[in-house]
């Protein structure tokens, strides 16, 4: 490794990645009730985040494993440090350790399988991602039961969306399964409000829906890709406030 990677910081170039991390995590505040620590939260999950990148890579990248160890370990460390003062005000959020190590476990099988692409592991980090609406939302004065199902279903049906949708572009672009499949998820997915007594959370599935019939299977530019990605976060995130504070 040159000095000037071995220097570097190490950080996930995966855009959908970004998304994930922080719609999810709003969503569940704006369900719930915002608290100035909900800062510290967030930046904990975000560091949670930034160090599982570094150790997934370091199982496969053995020439740079010290150097994305280190920057998992520092990243970690901010995580445990902002997390102090939310758990001591917040203890319920450990019960999130158990699915969170659960999934992770998962991640790294698949690592170790050079096969981080299966869909099961989207489904997996997806889920990690949604139970960070859920935590954020416990935060904010919110409690287990049926709202908070609602925000991790709701969130894990969008972003399940979004997986189907980058794959038919991407890796199997031509896969007129694929392409099937990824259609008619976005159409079953427009039941999932309703089958929650949210029916207006339907309109927030829509552009997805337009999205994937118009684009699916055809080549696309990573930035076209990342900026319609972007689009259909901030619109899923804007309408479910609209939705969750006016309807």
Same mark, same amino acid.
């Given at each position: 490794?040159?000095?000037?990677?071995? +220097?570097? &910081? @190490?950080?996930?170039?995966?855009?959908?990645?970004?998304?994930?991390?922080? @719609?999810?995590?709003?969503?569940?505040?704006?369900?719930?009730?915002?608290?100035?620590?909900?800062?510290?939260?967030?930046?904990?999950?975000?560091?949670?985040?930034?160090?599982?990148?570094?150790?997934? *890579?370091?199982?496969?990248?053995? +020439? *740079?494993?010290?150097?994305?160890?280190?920057?998992?370990?520092?990243?970690?460390? @901010?995580?445990?440090?902002?997390?102090?003062?939310?758990?001591?005000?917040?203890? $319920? %959020?450990?019960?999130?350790?158990?699915?969170?190590? %659960?999934?992770?476990?998962? +991640?790294?099988?698949?690592?170790? *399988?050079?096969? $981080?692409?299966?869909?099961?592991?989207?489904?997996?980090? &997806?889920?990690?991602?949604?139970?960070?609406?859920?935590?954020?939302?416990?935060?904010?004065?919110?409690?287990?039961?049926?709202?908070?199902?609602? &925000?991790? @279903?709701?969130?894990?049906?969008?972003?399940?969306?979004?997986?189907?949708?980058?794959?038919?572009?991407?890796?199997?672009?031509? +896969?007129?399964?694929?392409?099937?499949?990824?259609?008619?998820?976005?159409?079953?997915?427009?039941?999932?409000?309703?089958?929650?007594?949210?029916?207006?959370?339907?309109?927030?599935?829509?552009?997805?829906? &337009?999205?994937?019939?118009?684009?699916?299977?055809?080549?696309?530019?990573?930035?076209?890709?990342?900026?319609?990605?972007?689009?259909?976060?901030?619109?899923?995130?804007?309408?479910?406030?609209?939705?969750?504070?006016?309807?």
């Amino acid at each position: 490794m040159n000095k000037k990677k071995k +220097n570097s &910081i @190490v950080i996930p170039h995966e855009h959908g990645g970004w998304a994930m991390i922080s @719609v999810p995590f709003l969503f569940g505040v704006m369900a719930g009730t915002a608290h100035w620590s909900h800062i510290l939260l967030f930046i904990a999950w975000l560091c949670l985040y930034l160090a599982s990148y570094p150790f997934l *890579q370091a199982l496969k990248r053995r +020439n *740079q494993r010290q150097h994305l160890l280190k920057w998992s370990g520092i990243y970690g460390l @901010v995580a445990l440090a902002a997390l102090v003062y939310p758990l001591l005000r917040t203890p $319920e %959020l450990f019960y999130f350790g158990i699915p969170f190590l %659960l999934l992770l476990i998962v +991640n790294i099988w698949h690592v170790k *399988q050079k096969d $981080e692409r299966a869909i099961v592991n989207d489904l997996c980090a &997806i889920i990690i991602f949604s139970l960070g609406g859920a935590a954020s939302f416990l935060y904010g004065g919110g409690a287990f039961g049926q709202e908070m199902l609602a &925000i991790i @279903v709701l969130n894990l049906a969008y972003f399940m969306g979004t997986a189907f949708f980058v794959k038919t572009i991407f890796r199997e672009r031509g +896969n007129r399964r694929w392409e099937s499949t990824a259609r008619i998820y976005h159409v079953l997915i427009l039941f999932v409000p309703w089958l929650l007594g949210m029916p207006w959370m339907t309109i927030p599935y829509v552009f997805p829906l &337009i999205r994937t019939f118009l684009f699916a299977g055809k080549a696309m530019k990573p930035m076209k890709a990342g900026i319609l990605e972007i689009v259909g976060s901030v619109q899923f995130l804007v309408i479910s406030w609209i939705i969750y504070n006016f309807i």
